[in-house]
């Protein structure tokens, strides 16, 4: 069985944590994959500090086990939602698209494990000195906000700036990947594209179906003229967004072209003009399974790729 710091750190019995992706990750997915022995996280999103509240008791009330919430920190509701995880009490909380500095001696008085994600060596730096309880690593492959840097570069660089345990994210599928991020000396691994097949994943049947159906180059990049770019599939929506951002449109009609995009993805399956957010591993998603499975599968996979590591030592 594969054994991790973090599992210790936080009472879990896989180093799996679930991605915590906006109007998609909600109380019902994440219960699953705690139940599952992962980490379930909860996505705040763009969503008011009510709603994050709702799906914290909806996931307390389907499991016992340890859960999280990821705070997006650009969200203009990020205040009110900071100060919801901590009267809920929330054992983690996971950050990203800012800097979460104003918020951790709340959130560690309050006992909550901080695990920002990080895309550069700085970030990492920075939260390791705040006291993050540990960092993980995203590289752009990820789907959603995404930096510059590449899993397999990001992950090893983390690893020696910090003493705390490292999780990778970003382009991690299967077995495979988990194994590779630990030869990368990452400690456990994020994964929220794989979890869009989950039965309790409660996307539309249409994005779900697209992330069955995905190919090897079905995604894209946009918005990295107004400094947050975010992957995508190739959708209707996304090339024209790519075309207005390069066609000289103005930074706030840009803003608005996108605004609610991935709720009409999520919510209605909007095929023309939703915005389907995606990491570069959709190919490899081909099946719905429970939540628990996709855990336990990834694991398995894992043990048995790093058990042969050994076959290329003499």
Partial sequence: MVKSAICELLGIRY???????????DGTLAAAVSNGGGLGIIA?????GAYVREQIRIARAKT?????VNIMLMSPFADEVAQVVVEEK???VTTGAGNPSKYMKAWKEAGIKVIPVVASVAMAKLMTRLGASALIAEGGESGGHVGELTTMVLVPQVCDATDLPVLAAGGIA????MAAAFMLGACGVQMGTRFLSAYECTIHPAYKERILKATDLCTMVTGKRLGHPVRSLRTPFARNYAKAEYGGMPDDELEALGAGKLRMAVQDGDAENG???SGQIAAMVNKEQPAADIVREVVEEAEVILRRANAWVE
């Fill in 174 to 177: 299967d077995g495979r990947g």
């Fill in 44 to 48: 705040a999103g763009n969503a008011p």
């Fill in 64 to 68: 016992s086990c340890p859960i999280g």
């Fill in 275 to 277: 915005c389907f957010l």
């Fill in 90 to 92: 929330v054992e983690v």
């Fill in 15 to 25: 180093p799996v944590f679930q991605g915590g992706m906006a109007w998609i990750a």
